[in-house]
């Protein structure tokens, strides 16, 4: 069968909205509910919206519905609870998704919109063992644009990306790094490399690249380090050995500006 559900608007307890879903659509293959298999066709999601916040506490609107631990059921019902829920999706795609972000927790705050969110996912089992195909892209309000192909399992979890995100503007970020570094950064970021997580390696970059154009570092107002282009590649990671390794580095018309005070 079909399920369609429209104009869904789920909202906290403050009546906060967290969720606005347009449009779901749901193809149902055979099934057997009663012996907890479900075997889902295709999910279809579009223009679905997120409001995603972080008050100046540090906590986040979605963590304000997780309900409370409940204790422990006892043993009879665990055993009533071991037969495991098996879920099929032969297609998941999100269409033209949005995520509003704001974030007060950092002084300043930062705020941004990404748009034009699009999922793929194929083949997606709770119990599969093979690699589950995974595409995303998306836009946010600065052009900034990100791209991921690659596979994922849930158990035991793991990733396989190759990922590329282009033109950030990093002076945009000033409040994640005012702390370090207390200006805006010139200039705008783009990164790409192949990202693994897995029981053997809790986090793997290689073949990453980094470019960053118009660099900019200010002194003060009038004084600062300015770098045309810079471009590192063969990056890589490796947080199980500690290790980090550069392959190139190039820099492209430098100039610096600044002077001596008087003593």
């Avoid at 223009?47 to 204790?71: C, F, S, T, Y």
């Avoid at 972000?101 to 083949?123: L, Q, S």
Wanted: hydrophobic share 40%.
């Amino acid at each position: 069968g079909d399920v369609y559900k429209r104009q869904l608007d789920i909202r906290d307890l403050q009546q906060e909205q967290l969720f606005f879903l347009p449009l779901l659509q749901v193809d149902i293959a055979p099934s057997q509910p009663l012996k907890q298999q479900l075997h889902l066709a295709a999910v279809r999601v579009y223009n679905l919206e997120v409001q995603l916040n972080r008050d100046r506490q540090g906590e986040w609107n979605h963590a304000r519905m997780v309900p409370a631990k409940a204790e422990k059921a006892p043993a009879e019902d665990q055993e009533d609870s071991k037969t495991p829920f098996k879920l099929l999706v032969d297609t998941l795609n999100i269409r033209d998704g949005v995520v509003f972000f704001k974030d007060n927790f950092p002084a300043g705050g930062f705020r941004t919109v990404a748009r034009e969110i699009n999922i793929d996912v194929n083949h997606f089992a709770l119990d599969e063992h093979d690699p589950i195909p995974l595409a995303l892209s998306l836009k946010t309000d600065r052009d900034e644009t990100v791209q991921i192909d690659g596979h994922f399992l849930l158990n035991p979890f793991s990733l396989d990306l190759q990922a590329e995100i282009r033109d950030i503007p990093l002076g945009a970020y000033e409040a994640y790094y005012h702390e370090a570094y207390s200006g805006p950064l010139g200039g705008k970021l783009g990164l790409q490399s192949s990202l693994v997580i897995s029981p053997e390696h809790p986090l793997l970059i290689s073949g990453g690249r980094l470019r960053w154009q118009d660099a900019y570092l200010a002194f003060n107002e009038s004084e600062g380090l300015g770098i045309a282009l810079v471009d590192i590649a063969d990056l890589s990671f490796d947080l199980g050995k500690n290790r980090l390794e550069v392959g190139t580095a190039r820099y492209e018309d430098g100039q610096v500006n600044f002077s001596r005070s008087p003593a």
